[in-house]
């Protein structure tokens, strides 16, 4: 089920204490070599209030997301959380585009930046990677392969090695 990130602004507008929300859904991000796709469950925990026009939100968040290496494409798995205090003004325009007269106050925006900010777009699995090979493809980690290393003089290039910069 799709992570619900809506609350009803009447809600927070007419309750003079937090509003405490733990849900639990799916949230797809792809981002970079990273994704979190629709099998895996996000869990956020959220407490909210309106003081003086100011929406306040502080959020939890766990989640898990897949990443790839962006030299050998290996695949890992990552469990990972963050939290986030976040304070507007919903009278004036905001970062989020939340307004006052709104029936629904959205967080999707929220959580997205939070799940963004903890990843690498160009995760490497560690920094001896080898990567893969450019001839045959296999992961020069695992296995070792034998062809001839391309002769530099082939290449369209070489003749720039002879200028004298």
């Known amino acids: 089920m799709k992570l619900n990130t809506k609350i009803k602004s ?3 507008i007419s309750s003079k204490d937090k509003i405490y929300f733990d849900r639990e859904g799916t949230f797809p991000i792809n981002y970079g ?5 629709d099998n895996q469950q996000i869990n956020f925990h959220s407490e909210i209030e309106i003081i003086d026009g100011r929406l306040t939100c ?11 290496c962006g030299r050998c494409l290996e695949i890992s798995n990552t469990d990972d959380i963050n939290s986030s ?21 959205d967080l ?4 997205s930046e939070m799940i963004i900010e903890k990843m690498d777009i160009n995760y490497i699995c560690d920094q ?3 990567g893969l090979c450019s001839f045959c493809g296999i992961n020069k980690n695992n296995f070792s392969c034998n062809h001839n290393e391309k002769n530099s003089k082939e290449s369209p290039f070489s003749s720039l ?3 004298d910069l």
């Open 108 to 111: 999707s925006p929220f959580i």
């Open 33 to 37: 070599n990273n994704v979190i796709d």
């Open 161 to 163: 090695s002879q200028l």
């Open 128 to 130: 001896k990677c080898k």
């Open 10 to 12: 009447i809600d927070l």
């Open 85 to 105: 205090t976040i304070t507007l003004n919903i009278y004036g325009e905001n970062d989020y585009e939340i307004n006052y007269g709104d029936e629904y106050y």
């Open 58 to 68: 502080l959020i939890d968040i766990n989640f898990k997301y897949q990443r790839n």
